[in-house]
Structure formats: structure tokens, C-alpha cells
């Protein structure tokens, strides 16, 4: 009898990373490979509070977890003492995991290791032990292709050792994709050295991660992005990974999906929802809370808002005097939203979106257009793909005192909905990306030389 290969997935502890890689353990499973996902213990603890029953039965993949290293110091969970604890602690407990994987499973051992590359050293592991390793890249090629070209940018004196700008011009790593503005490099952080380290640091490290790794997958597809695609080398493009195979686990997720909102939705009519969302990890002040929920108002549009409960600088956010008392009969406020599924409901006009990589993918794989509010690190870049390269947004633009008030968010709201160009490149983008998924297209063949390669 065949054996099943058994394939251990590592996820960089973090929503947007552990999201995309139970995607593609899914659809590993679903193609016959045997799947072990291993969190930190601290993040299964956060995934299991709020999986759902039917989910944990059906569950194709095995979940395991192994200690951070970190218990006693929780504070350092966040920015630099995380990837320092990481580095230090995770590769000797890592290892140690997968000993006593093949320990207890000794019919069908570990035979290769799929690891976040900003987990760079989780493969590193597995190249010391023997195993195959594939690297996953949950972000966008635009951002690896940045990160692969620091030293020559260094070098040609673009930005310094630091990773400041030297010059205020438009950064371009190629002539096909989007150039950058210097505020838009995806470590920029001015005025604060430790954060811009700490986010060079990690590009810094994924450049090199990236460098030795002889497959990284990407959550992208050749038909919608060829020029970053071929700034890096041995990427496999396998995306858009949440139109694959129709796959939409809520296992993965750290807060408990809130479904009333699709109910909702499907009294509303067609077409007619703005959706909300800014991921897991954008934060607001109160003022600009306040000004995205009274340019809401302002649009007089039906909406659907995701306002996690420490989005307001960490904390619960206050509503405007009066807002959801005048705003109840025509928005729907979440806390956490089922957001493939919102995504291709029929009711939604659009997306106003922080343009995380995985937000920016589900939304094009929906075909809906974006009003873009970029908030860090790749975001910025993202953001340029969808309003430069791809024509499917709008940007919102700050005003003098940094805010985008909610004038502004009227006005984009307005014109996004009545700019039948933007809705028709979006359907269009939605239809490459699909085809890229279908049979035949260059994910699905890339998904299927991947298998082969697994099984070989
Ligand atoms: C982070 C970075 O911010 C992002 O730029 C990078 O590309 C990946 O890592 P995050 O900010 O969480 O991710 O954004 P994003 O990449 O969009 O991922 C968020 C995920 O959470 C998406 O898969 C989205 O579907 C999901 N989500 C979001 C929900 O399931 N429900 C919600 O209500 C909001």
C-alpha cells in the first residue's frame, strides 16, 4: 500500500499568516497529502475558543502546537521581542515537535516541512533533519521582490543602511510594476527608528529566508501579476488561494466569525452594501473613528462594518453621540465577519479595505472594487496594485491635520459607485484570477506540480 505523505505546515504566529496557510493545508488535504498545522501554543489557544463544532468534525488537517518560549514574558509577544523570542526559543521546540511526530506516527513520518518565510528558520530546521522544505509567502510578490532588492537599492543609493529613503523620489524595482513613494517602502516608519528596525529587520530576513529556498509559494496567480511574479526567483504562484476548490474553514480564525451578518445581507438588495474591514491588526485613534462612522452616515449608503473590539488604539471603541441610534435601519456592525463569505455575497457594492494581501486577493476574487485605506507594512504597495496597476480602487487621502475626514469619505464612496470602469476591470480582474484557479489554468498547474512534487 502507498504510503500517505505527511507534511508539517508552520505559520508565522499571526491572523494574517495563519489565515492563508489553513487555506493551502486544506487544499493539500483535499489532494490526498497528510497535513499536520503547527501553531505556537499560544495562538491554538486563541484558534480553538472559537472554532466551530462542524468544523472541528470535519477538520482534514491535524492540529498541533509547540511552545513560543514566551510564557514568562508575554509583553514581548508584540514587534521586536517577538521575532527575537521566536528566533531564540521556536527552532530547538520545533524540532523537538517533529521528533515527537514521527515518534508517535512512525508508519507515515514527516517528509517534508511548508513554513511561513518569515519563519525563515523553521525550514532551516527541516533542511538540518532531512526533510524536503517549501516555502509560503502570504503577502504579495511586489513586497518579496522589495525585500530581494535592498542591497542593490543600498548600493545604488536609494536608501541608506537604515532603510530610509535618501532621495524623496518614486522607488521603482521594475518598470511593469507600481513605483513606491518613500513614505510607501514597506518599513517605512518616520519618526520611529525601533519600529522601522524592527519591520527592515523582518525584510532583512525574509531576503535571505527567501534566497535559499528552492520553492516559495505564493498566494497570487501569473495572470493577474507576471511582473512582480518574475522579479522572484523559484516563486510558484497557487493563488488566489480562497477561490480554490470553494474551501472556506472558519478554523484558523482568532475571534468567532459573527454569521447574523449574512442573513442580513440577504435582505438587503443587490448591490447596495458597502463592506468594512480593516484586518486583525490596524488600529484607529478615536477622532478617526469618529470620522469613519460619520462619513458613513454622510453617504446615506446601506453598510456592513467590521469594528473589532480593540480597534480604537487597543481598545473598545466609543460610536459618535446618536450614530447607531440614526444608522440602525440601514448598517450592520460586527465584530468579526465571516469575510470570503460577505465578499461574494450579491448584496455588496464594495470594499473599503486596509489592503492586507489576503483582503486584497478575496476581494478581487469577488470582483468587488475598493475604496483603499492602506495602514502599514505591505499595505501601501497593495494599495498601488489595485488604484495604479490594476484600476479596481480609489485611494482615501488624508487631510492636513492626518485625517481622512469624512468628507472625503463621502466623496470616494460616491464616486467609486458610479465609475462603471472601475466595476468593469474589477469583474475583469475576477474573471482572470478565476481562471488562473480553474482547471487548466497556471495556479491550478502549479498546485498540481507542487503535489507532485510532495509525492515524489
Ligand atoms: C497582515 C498584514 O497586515 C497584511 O498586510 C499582510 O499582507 C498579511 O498579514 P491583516 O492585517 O490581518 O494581515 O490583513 P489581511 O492580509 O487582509 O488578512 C486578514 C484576514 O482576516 C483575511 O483573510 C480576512 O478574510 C480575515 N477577516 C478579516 C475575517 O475573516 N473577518 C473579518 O471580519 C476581517
Same mark, same amino acid.
Given at each position: 500500500?502507498?504510503?500517505?505523505?505527511?507534511?508539517?505546515?508552520?505559520?508565522?504566529?499571526?491572523?494574517?499568516?495563519?489565515?492563508?496557510?489553513?487555506?493551502? %493545508?486544506?487544499?493539500?488535504?483535499?489532494? *490526498?497529502?497528510?497535513?499536520?498545522?503547527?501553531?505556537?501554543?499560544?495562538?491554538?489557544?486563541?484558534?480553538?475558543?472559537?472554532?466551530?463544532?462542524?468544523?472541528?468534525?470535519?477538520?482534514?488537517?491535524?492540529?498541533?502546537?509547540?511552545?513560543?518560549?514566551?510564557?514568562?514574558?508575554?509583553?514581548?509577544?508584540?514587534?521586536?521581542?517577538?521575532?527575537? *523570542?521566536?528566533?531564540?526559543?521556536?527552532?530547538?521546540?520545533?524540532?523537538?515537535?517533529?521528533?515527537?511526530?514521527?515518534?508517535?506516527?512512525?508508519?507515515?513520518?514527516?517528509?517534508?516541512?511548508?513554513?511561513?518565510?518569515?519563519?525563515g528558520?523553521?525550514l532551516e530546521?527541516?533542511r538540518?533533519?532531512?526533510?524536503?522544505q517549501?516555502a509560503?509567502?502570504?503577502?504579495?510578490?511586489?513586497?518579496?521582490?522589495?525585500?530581494?532588492?535592498?542591497?542593490?537599492?543600498?548600493?545604488?543609493?536609494?536608501?541608506?543602511?537604515?532603510?530610509?529613503?535618501?532621495?524623496?523620489?518614486?522607488?521603482?524595482?521594475?518598470?511593469?510594476?507600481?513605483?513606491?513613494?518613500?513614505?510607501?517602502?514597506?518599513?517605512?516608519?518616520?519618526?520611529?527608528?525601533?519600529?522601522?528596525?524592527?519591520?527592515?529587520?523582518?525584510?532583512?530576513?525574509?531576503?535571505q529566508a527567501a534566497e535559499s529556498a528552492s520553492?516559495?509559494?505564493?498566494?497570487?496567480?501569473?495572470?493577474?501579476?507576471?511582473?512582480?511574479?518574475?522579479?522572484?526567483?523559484?516563486?510558484?504562484?497557487?493563488?488566489?488561494?480562497?477561490?480554490?476548490?470553494?474551501?472556506?474553514?472558519?478554523?484558523?480564525?482568532?475571534?468567532?466569525?459573527?454569521?447574523?451578518?449574512?442573513?442580513?445581507?440577504?435582505?438587503?438588495?443587490?448591490?447596495?452594501?458597502?463592506?468594512?474591514?480593516?484586518?486583525?491588526?490596524?488600529?484607529?485613534?478615536?477622532?478617526?473613528?469618529?470620522?469613519?462612522?460619520?462619513?458613513?452616515?454622510?453617504?446615506?449608503?446601506?453598510?456592513?462594518?467590521?469594528?473589532?473590539?480593540?480597534?480604537?488604539?487597543?481598545?473598545?471603541?466609543?460610536?459618535?453621540?446618536?450614530?447607531?441610534?440614526?444608522?440602525?435601519?440601514?448598517?450592520?456592525?460586527?465584530?468579526?465577519?465571516?469575510?470570503?463569505?460577505?465578499?461574494?455575497?450579491?448584496?455588496?457594492?464594495?470594499?473599503?479595505?486596509?489592503?492586507? @494581501?489576503?483582503?486584497?486577493?478575496?476581494?478581487?476574487?469577488?470582483?468587488?472594487?475598493?475604496?483603499? @485605506?492602506?495602514?502599514?507594512?505591505?499595505?501601501?504597495?497593495?494599495?498601488?496594485?489595485?488604484?495604479?496597476?490594476?484600476?479596481?480602487?480609489?485611494?482615501?487621502?488624508?487631510?492636513?491635520?492626518?485625517?481622512?475626514?469624512?468628507?472625503?469619505?463621502?466623496?470616494?464612496?460616491?464616486?467609486?459607485?458610479?465609475?462603471?470602469?472601475?466595476?468593469?476591470? %474589477?469583474?475583469?480582474?475576477?474573471?482572470?484570477?478565476?481562471?488562473?484557479?480553474?482547471?487548466?489554468?497556471?495556479?491550478?498547474?502549479?498546485?498540481?506540480?507542487?503535489?507532485?512534487?510532495?509525492?515524489?
Amino acid at each position: 500500500m502507498e504510503l500517505q505523505q505527511h507534511v508539517l505546515v508552520v505559520p508565522c504566529p499571526a491572523q494574517g499568516h495563519v489565515t492563508p496557510l489553513i487555506k493551502l %493545508a486544506y487544499n493539500l488535504a483535499y489532494h *490526498g497529502i497528510k497535513v499536520t498545522f503547527a501553531n505556537s501554543e499560544y495562538i491554538e489557544a486563541k484558534v480553538l475558543a472559537v472554532i466551530s463544532d462542524v468544523d472541528r468534525e470535519q477538520c482534514p488537517i491535524t492540529l498541533v502546537a509547540y511552545s513560543d518560549g514566551l510564557d514568562s514574558h508575554p509583553e514581548q509577544r508584540y514587534g521586536q521581542g517577538l521575532m527575537d *523570542g521566536l528566533k531564540k526559543y521556536m527552532p530547538a521546540n520545533l524540532e523537538k515537535l517533529i521528533k515527537q511526530i514521527n515518534h508517535s506516527d512512525n508508519k507515515e513520518p514527516l517528509t517534508c516541512v511548508i513554513a511561513d518565510l518569515t519563519v525563515g528558520w523553521s525550514l532551516e530546521v527541516a533542511r538540518k533533519m532531512g526533510l524536503k522544505q517549501v516555502a509560503v509567502w502570504p503577502a504579495g510578490p511586489g513586497c518579496l521582490a522589495l525585500a530581494l532588492r535592498i542591497p542593490k537599492l543600498i548600493k545604488e543609493g536609494v536608501i541608506d543602511e537604515y532603510g530610509s529613503a535618501i532621495q524623496d523620489e518614486l522607488i521603482c524595482i521594475s518598470e511593469e510594476i507600481p513605483g513606491l513613494k518613500s513614505s510607501e517602502l514597506t518599513w517605512n516608519r518616520s519618526g520611529d527608528s525601533a519600529g522601522q528596525k524592527f519591520l527592515f529587520d523582518i525584510a532583512l530576513a525574509t531576503k535571505q529566508a527567501a534566497e535559499s529556498a528552492s520553492i516559495i509559494l505564493c498566494n497570487t496567480c501569473d495572470e493577474i501579476d507576471s511582473s512582480s511574479c518574475a522579479l522572484v526567483p523559484n516563486i510558484l504562484p497557487i493563488g488566489p488561494l480562497p477561490a480554490m476548490k470553494n474551501l472556506n474553514p472558519s478554523i484558523g480564525t482568532f475571534s468567532s466569525q459573527d454569521s447574523s451578518c449574512l442573513s442580513w445581507l440577504d435582505k438587503q438588495p443587490s448591490n447596495s452594501v458597502i463592506y468594512i474591514a480593516f484586518g486583525s491588526t490596524a488600529l484607529f485613534s478615536q477622532k478617526q473613528f469618529d470620522e469613519i462612522a460619520l462619513g458613513l452616515e454622510l453617504s446615506g449608503q446601506l453598510f456592513l462594518w467590521v469594528v473589532r473590539s480593540n480597534i480604537v488604539n487597543r481598545s473598545s471603541a466609543e460610536f459618535p453621540d446618536g450614530f447607531l441610534e440614526r444608522t440602525s435601519s440601514r448598517g450592520k456592525i460586527v465584530e468579526w465577519a465571516p469575510q470570503e463569505k460577505v465578499l461574494a455575497h450579491t448584496s455588496v457594492s464594495c470594499f473599503v479595505s486596509h489592503c492586507g @494581501w489576503n483582503s486584497t486577493m478575496e476581494g478581487v476574487s469577488h470582483g468587488q472594487p475598493f475604496l483603499c @485605506w492602506p495602514y502599514f507594512w505591505d499595505q501601501f504597495q497593495n494599495k498601488s496594485y489595485i488604484c495604479d496597476a490594476w484600476k479596481v480602487g480609489l485611494e482615501l487621502k488624508y487631510d492636513e491635520d492626518g485625517i481622512i475626514s469624512r468628507h472625503e469619505i463621502k466623496t470616494k464612496i460616491d464616486q467609486l459607485l458610479t465609475d462603471d470602469g472601475i466595476k468593469a476591470n %474589477a469583474l475583469k480582474l475576477m474573471g482572470d484570477a478565476r481562471k488562473s484557479v480553474n482547471e487548466g489554468g497556471s495556479s491550478y498547474q502549479n498546485f498540481e506540480s507542487l503535489i507532485k512534487y510532495l509525492k515524489a
